[in-house]
């Protein structure tokens, strides 16, 4: 069984990771949505829970699941028998980043492979943080979240539960 780890902070979920989500779950037999906490992001709009609350709500592919993790990604590769990682690469300077977290995978776990997939040309310009700027200052999220979830980012933007 092929099983692929694709790892974020989700902090929230957009159209462009749902996006990757589906078409990583079409190559593998499993796909594990790996929550992971950020350390160079300290202003998180949710929880690691919530954040895999909502994307539990906005996936529902049987092949699909939600874990979360707090600690090296190739340790979590290597625990759990798990030698590919799929990447979603928006820019070229994503693939700058992220290709040097592949080599460091690749040399902490030497079974591990990255698969880079790119976003979708409706999505090459998303991202979680876009998505929160844009919700605090008042503008219209529509197009850049799944549906399941914008109540609940407004609703933080706006400071309440």
């Given at each position: 069984?092929?099983?692929?780890?694709?790892?974020?902070?989700?902090?929230?979920?957009?159209?462009?990771?749902?996006?990757?989500?589906?078409?990583?779950?079409?190559?593998?037999?499993?796909?594990?949505?790996?929550?992971?906490?950020?350390?160079?992001?300290?202003?998180?709009?949710?929880?690691?829970?919530?954040?895999?609350?909502?994307?539990?709500?906005?996936?529902?592919?049987?092949?699909?699941?939600?874990?979360?993790?707090?600690?090296?990604?190739?340790?979590?590769?290597?625990?759990?028998?798990?030698?590919?990682?799929?990447?979603?690469?928006?820019?070229?300077?994503?693939?700058?980043?992220?290709?040097q977290?592949?080599?460091?995978?690749?040399?902490?776990?030497?079974?591990?492979?990255?698969?880079f997939?790119?976003?979708?040309?409706?999505?090459?310009?998303?991202?979680?943080?876009?998505?929160?700027?844009v919700?605090?200052?008042?503008g219209?999220?529509?197009?850049?979240?799944?549906?399941?979830?914008?109540?609940?980012?407004?609703?933080?933007?706006?400071?309440?539960?």
């Open positions: 069984m092929k099983v692929a780890i694709y790892p974020g902070s989700f902090d929230p979920i957009t159209l462009g990771h749902k996006d990757i989500i589906t078409r990583s779950a079409e190559l593998f037999d499993k796909v594990i949505v790996l929550v992971m906490s950020n350390s160079q992001k300290h202003n998180s709009l949710f929880s690691v829970n919530e954040r895999m609350e909502l994307i539990e709500r906005c996936i529902s592919l049987e092949n699909v699941q939600v874990e979360s993790y707090n600690g090296l990604l190739a340790d979590y590769a290597k625990n759990n028998g798990i030698k590919f990682i799929v990447k979603g690469l928006r820019a070229v300077s994503d693939f700058d980043y992220e290709f977290q592949a080599l460091t995978n690749k040399c902490l776990f030497n079974e591990l492979e990255t698969v997939l790119t976003a979708s040309s409706e999505n090459m310009f998303l991202s979680s943080s876009t998505v929160k700027e919700c605090r200052l008042g219209d999220i529509s197009a850049f979240v799944p549906k399941e979830i914008k109540k609940d980012i407004y609703l933080r933007c706006k400071g309440e539960k």
